[in-house]
């Protein structure tokens, strides 16, 4: 990195701090502080809601996935427009007409105090791991740019976003976020469009697209019923749709993004606009992977993306090994790039079969090439990471982008980072405050209460630093987040929708149905991961909800019979 990607780097997450900081200075009740005084409008909304799910993860992962496996990971995100629709009719009048600061206060008015506290409490444990996963997710990006640990990095992330955070509350957040997504959306557009200007003259963006569907990356919708595929179609709109209702609509970290709102018309059209925007907006990031796919079918790229786990490679005993690895993969690189120019040139049909029969052959030893260096990484380093899938689009952008660029894009996923991570903290210091430390206290004036929020913010900023410290790699981080959130979030939403639709259900049975329930989906969990089952991790949603829901049913039915 060169000096002015420091200073666009620096000057712009400075200028988030002092901005958020700054413009919400004299916050002095509960309602201006976690509700940033209701009025926030429509758009303010939608980006801020926004902003929150796409976090620095976001812009990491999901290039990387796109790399690897095409554009079926888009597939996740199709429940999400079907759940903002049930989320506006549904949630979002019966919060505004509550008056909640937040989601499970209406479970005591319906339930009970323990269901409320549980509830709270299932959130908390989630989104307190997701929020250290987005501390240390752009830790990573930074570490192979600065070569400092990634403990250093951890803390330096998580205080930047304490500042603003513990200062202004839900208002901090909202305001910053605006700047942030769009520093965001001007960056990866820009990153795009640089990918196309560094193809080969002959290679415009249509036959840029041939090249990624002739290798199986443009194949987006998926309409099998296999358990093999993670991301199908139905996994989408099923597992999704749960997911997603479960994450908008029960999750603090989004129900105070739009319980802000001036109106419950803002809220429902500061939803409705992200609805719309987040599916092209996810579409959009993931054909920036596939471009940058594309990018290295022309050009050189190493057999593994991770630096760190690379360079250990080179200072072992297995360096000579990886050498002779290394020559293959030029050989393959180069006769890769003549015979894509090829491809997209020649105008014959059964020329381009027989080429593209060439370029999957060379694809695949390509393949095999990088798993023979994975299983040298390991020899070298039994602890060493060897997926890559994060490091994909950060190698790209650091060994092939101008100066200026390269401070642009990590500001990008910096930003992201910080937006995501400073709506988590308020809403874990938010639910904290609110659904465990109020109801166990004597009652208070209010300025204890921003008090008690601001303390509970810098104590969560502190355990999201040190769940980022002790983090490892998943097979990709998206995956892992969300892999997090299906765990949780089936049985939260099963405990509002009994308290939506099933009347006569009372506390106690949704209590121990929901204390049941958390159980048998973390043991499916295992189990899957232990390949006893084959269960992908969006069905965990769907089996989640239903499972509580149909306990508490027979537990209420079972109370109604003894009596």
Same mark, same amino acid.
């Given at each position: 990195?060169?000096?002015?990607?420091?200073?666009?780097?620096?000057?712009?997450?400075?200028?988030?701090?002092?901005?958020?900081?700054?413009?919400?200075?004299?916050?002095?009740?509960?309602?201006?502080?976690?509700?940033?005084?209701?009025?926030?409008?429509?758009?303010?909304?939608?980006?801020?809601?926004?902003?929150?799910?796409?976090?620095?993860?976001?812009?990491?992962?999901?290039?990387? @996935?796109?790399?690897?496996?095409?554009?079926?990971?888009?597939?996740?995100?199709?429940?999400?427009? &079907?759940?903002?629709?049930?989320?506006?009719?549904?949630?979002?009048?019966?919060?505004?007409?509550?008056?909640?600061?937040?989601?499970?206060?209406?479970?005591?008015?319906?339930?009970?105090?323990?269901?409320?506290?549980?509830? %709270?409490?299932?959130?908390?444990?989630?989104? $307190?791991?997701?929020?250290?996963?987005?501390?240390? %997710?752009?830790?990573?990006?930074?570490?192979?740019?600065?070569?400092?640990?990634?403990?250093?990095?951890?803390?330096?992330?998580?205080?930047?976003?304490?500042?603003?955070?513990?200062?202004?509350?839900?208002?901090?957040?909202?305001?910053?976020?605006?700047?942030?997504?769009?520093?965001?959306?001007?960056?990866?557009?820009?990153?795009?469009?640089?990918?196309?200007?560094?193809?080969?003259?002959?290679?415009?963006?249509?036959?840029?697209?041939?090249?990624?569907?002739?290798?199986?990356?443009?194949?987006?919708?998926?309409?099998?019923?296999?358990?093999?595929?993670?991301?199908?179609?139905?996994?989408?709109?099923?597992?999704?749709?749960?997911?997603?209702?479960?994450?908008?609509?029960?999750? @603090?970290?989004?129900?105070?993004?739009? *319980?802000?709102?001036?109106?419950?018309?803002?809220? @429902?059209?500061? *939803?409705?606009?992200? $609805?719309?925007?987040?599916?092209?907006?996810?579409?959009?990031?993931?054909?920036?992977?596939?471009?940058?796919?594309?990018?290295?079918?022309? =050009?050189?790229?190493?057999?593994?993306?991770?630096?760190?786990?690379?360079?250990?490679? #080179?200072?072992?005993?297995?360096?000579?090994?990886?050498?002779?690895? /290394?020559? /293959?993969?030029?050989?393959?690189?180069?006769?890769?790039? /003549?015979?894509?120019?090829?491809?997209?040139?020649?105008?014959?049909?059964?020329?381009?079969?027989?080429?593209?029969?060439?370029?999957?052959?060379?694809?695949?030893?390509?393949?095999?090439?990088? /798993?023979?260096?994975?299983?040298?990484?390991?020899?070298?380093?039994?602890?060493?990471?060897?997926?890559?899938?994060?490091?994909?689009?950060?190698?790209?952008?650091?060994?092939?982008?101008?100066?200026?660029?390269?401070?642009?894009?990590?500001?990008?996923?910096?930003?992201?980072?910080?937006?995501?991570?400073?709506?988590?903290?308020?809403?874990?210091?938010?639910?904290?405050?609110?659904?465990?430390?109020?109801?166990?206290?004597?009652?208070?004036?209010?300025?204890?209460?921003?008090?008690?929020?601001?303390?509970?913010?810098?104590?969560?900023?502190?355990?999201?630093?040190?769940?980022?410290?002790?983090?490892?790699?998943?097979?990709?981080?998206?995956?892992?987040?969300?892999?997090?959130?299906?765990?949780?979030?089936?049985?939260?939403?099963?405990?509002?929708?009994?308290?939506?639709?099933?009347?006569?259900? #009372?506390?106690?049975?949704?209590?121990?149905?929901?204390?049941?329930? @958390?159980?048998?989906?973390?043991?499916?969990?295992?189990?899957?991961?232990?390949?006893? &089952? =084959?269960?992908?991790?969006?069905?965990?949603?769907?089996?989640?909800?239903?499972?509580? &829901?149909?306990?508490?049913?027979? &537990?209420?039915?079972?109370?109604?019979?003894?009596?």
């Amino acid at each position: 990195m060169q000096l002015l990607d420091w200073i666009i780097l620096g000057g712009t997450l400075l200028f988030i701090v002092l901005y958020g900081t700054y413009k919400t200075r004299g916050n002095k009740n509960v309602d201006d502080y976690l509700k940033g005084g209701n009025d926030a409008k429509w758009w303010t909304i939608g980006l801020s809601v926004m902003a929150t799910q796409a976090s620095a993860i976001t812009f990491l992962s999901t290039p990387g @996935q796109a790399f690897h496996d095409g554009m079926g990971f888009v597939q996740f995100y199709f429940g999400l427009p &079907i759940a903002m629709v049930i989320i506006c009719v549904v949630f979002i009048p019966l919060y505004h007409r509550l008056k909640v600061f937040t989601a499970y206060e209406f479970l005591e008015d319906r339930f009970d105090l323990k269901t409320r506290t549980l509830a %709270a409490i299932l959130f908390l444990v989630q989104r $307190g791991l997701a929020t250290g996963i987005t501390i240390f %997710a752009p830790a990573i990006i930074l570490s192979a740019v600065l070569g400092w640990d990634l403990i250093t990095l951890n803390i330096i992330i998580g205080v930047l976003v304490i500042i603003y955070t513990v200062s202004g509350g839900t208002k901090a957040v909202s305001i910053t976020q605006k700047q942030q997504m769009g520093v965001i959306f001007f960056g990866m557009f820009l990153s795009f469009l640089i990918i196309l200007n560094y193809l080969p003259l002959d290679i415009s963006f249509s036959k840029a697209m041939d090249i990624a569907g002739a290798n199986g990356k443009m194949d987006v919708l998926d309409f099998s019923f296999s358990l093999d595929n993670r991301y199908t179609f139905w996994s989408g709109i099923i597992g999704g749709t749960f997911l997603m209702l479960s994450y908008f609509g029960t999750d @603090q970290s989004q129900v105070q993004r739009y *319980l802000s709102g001036k109106s419950v018309k803002e809220s @429902q059209l500061g *939803l409705m606009f992200n $609805g719309l925007l987040k599916v092209p907006m996810q579409f959009f990031i993931l054909l920036v992977g596939v471009m940058v796919f594309v990018f290295y079918q022309f =050009n050189a790229s190493p057999l593994n993306f991770n630096p760190a786990a690379i360079e250990d490679l #080179k200072n072992s005993e297995y360096a000579s090994e990886f050498k002779v690895l /290394e020559d /293959e993969k030029l050989l393959i690189d180069n006769e890769l790039a /003549e015979k894509q120019i090829s491809f997209a040139t020649i105008e014959s049909e059964s020329e381009k079969e027989l080429l593209l029969t060439d370029i999957r052959a060379l694809n695949t030893s390509d393949l095999k090439l990088r /798993e023979q260096t994975k299983e040298l990484i390991l020899k070298a380093n039994p602890d060493a990471e060897t997926n890559d899938k994060d490091y994909v689009f950060i190698h790209f952008i650091l060994t092939n982008l101008p100066r200026g660029i390269i401070g642009l894009l990590l500001a990008v996923i910096l930003s992201a980072a910080m937006s995501s991570t400073a709506s988590e903290l308020n809403a874990l210091a938010s639910t904290t405050a609110m659904d465990l430390y109020k109801r166990n206290v004597a009652v208070k004036e209010d300025k204890h209460y921003v008090t008690a929020s601001k303390w509970f913010t810098l104590l969560w900023g502190v355990i999201a630093i040190s769940i980022a410290c002790v983090a490892n790699l998943f097979d990709n981080l998206i995956q892992l987040v969300n892999i997090i959130g299906s765990i949780f979030y089936g049985n939260i939403l099963g405990i509002f929708l009994l308290a939506f639709f099933f009347k006569y259900v #009372k506390g106690n049975a949704v209590f121990v149905a929901a204390l049941i329930n @958390q159980v048998f989906v973390i043991s499916l969990y295992l189990l899957n991961e232990y390949e006893y &089952i =084959n269960l992908p991790y969006l069905w965990l949603n769907f089996v989640g909800c239903l499972s509580v &829901i149909l306990l508490a049913l027979f &537990i209420q039915k079972i109370k109604r019979d003894k009596i």
